[in-house]
């Protein structure tokens, strides 16, 4: 049976949707069994035959000859099977394929059959949407904005063929959205539900700069500077600890690039967020003086290597700077380097009359 207009639909809607012709054909083959069985009395014994090249379907409900038909949904007689297929000799007990002519189908027949596409594409969609976002998992992706919420902010966003929402806490740096407007976004992680597949999207996750700095600085990229951890809170700061695997290659430098036009460029497109790169070291003193910059330290002593913890000493016209505004810069040190940081003024006293006050203490907790 020449269908040409149902495979011309069925390619139109591969083209369109992603979904492969070979999944629809098994969506309708799986429609025409339903049908067939609440028609035909619950025979779905259903031989399926499609062949796209020449747009043809065939369908034929497997039945059994008999002397005497008692169920006719079942079986047919030996005249009968016959006339259905003169060029083969049958026998009793013989299975003969009937040629079946799907608009002959019920109504209610039919009606179930077309749910059960419907289900099928629905299916084939969130299939399609859910293999998109899991190729795109730790990337940044730019995003065309569909819509934004007067009243919660949240954007509506299309990736490739499919949407997310992009929170207002998510937008860091994007100012006001507008319908239109081509948005940067990192896929931090894809969930699957009852809803559906959706991704987590974001622009204050860690890995937003790390993958930033590494399209902008090509010694990133090329793996000659590694980028051992990132510690942020975003839309206010961001330490980010780099090393070189190449003695002639400055990590740092690389990553400012000439004239400070890489980090630059990453800082604008946070909306001016703070930037503080430091090399990595293997030496946990030096690593945690680094952390701890642009706060000049004196010295760190280990206090409990297997709990992770340090007391750092500064000048005391550098423990405001070591602290940080409400001790983000603190707080940013432990999570960058993983160490719980007791910081103190080289004098021991925090203020006047004051010693016997308690040492500020970043904890190295996850955000």
């Not at 559906?196 to 996750?205: D, E, F, L, W, Y």
């Not at 890995?207 to 951890?229: H, L, Q, Y």
């Not at 700077?321 to 001790?327: D, Q, T």
Request: some cysteine.
């Amino acid at each position: 049976m020449i269908n040409k207009e149902l495979f011309e639909a069925l390619r139109m809607f591969e083209k369109e949707k992603d979904i492969p012709m070979d999944y629809m054909l098994q969506q309708i083959q799986k429609a025409i069994e339903i049908a067939c069985k609440s028609y035909y009395g619950g025979n779905e014994n259903v031989v399926f035959k499609a062949d796209p090249e020449k747009s043809s379907l065939d369908v034929k409900l497997v039945k059994t000859i008999v002397e005497e038909v008692d169920d006719p949904n079942f079986e047919v007689t030996l005249e009968e099977a016959a006339q259905i297929n003169k060029r083969k000799k049958f026998e009793i007990g013989d299975e003969i394929e009937v040629p079946l002519d799907p608009k002959r189908l019920g109504r209610i027949a039919v009606s179930s059959a077309r749910n059960v596409i419907r289900q099928g594409i629905r299916a084939g969609e969130k299939g399609q949407s859910l293999l998109e976002f899991q190729s795109k998992l730790g990337e940044i992706v730019t995003a065309t904005i569909e819509r934004v919420d007067m009243k919660t902010g949240v954007a509506t966003i299309k990736i490739g063929k499919s949407t997310a929402m992009l929170p207002k806490v998510e937008q860091v740096g994007l100012g006001e959205l507008r319908e239109g407007d081509l948005v940067k976004v990192y896929i931090a992680d894809v969930k699957d539900n009852e809803r559906g597949p959706h991704a987590i999207i974001s622009r204050s996750h860690p890995g937003f700069v790390r993958r930033m700095f590494e399209k902008e600085v090509p010694e990133i990229f090329d793996g000659v500077v590694e980028i051992k951890a990132v510690s942020r809170e975003a839309g206010s700061r961001t330490k980010m600890a780099v090393v070189s695997n190449n003695p002639d290659v400055d990590a740092i430098g690389a990553c400012i690039g000439p004239k400070g036009a890489r980090v630059n460029a990453i800082v604008s497109e946070l909306g001016g967020e703070k930037i503080d790169i430091i090399e990595y070291s293997d030496d946990p003193q030096k690593y945690i003086s680094a952390a701890l910059s642009p706060a000049s330290v004196i010295k760190v002593d280990i206090t409990d290597e297997e709990a992770k913890s340090c007391k750092a000493t500064v000048p005391d016209d550098q423990l405001s700077l070591a602290i940080g505004n409400k001790g983000q810069n603190a707080r940013l040190a432990a999570r960058l380097t993983g160490w719980k940081i007791d910081i103190r003024p080289e004098s021991g006293f925090y203020g006047e009359d004051e010693d016997d006050e308690p040492a500020q203490t970043a904890e190295q907790t996850e955000e």
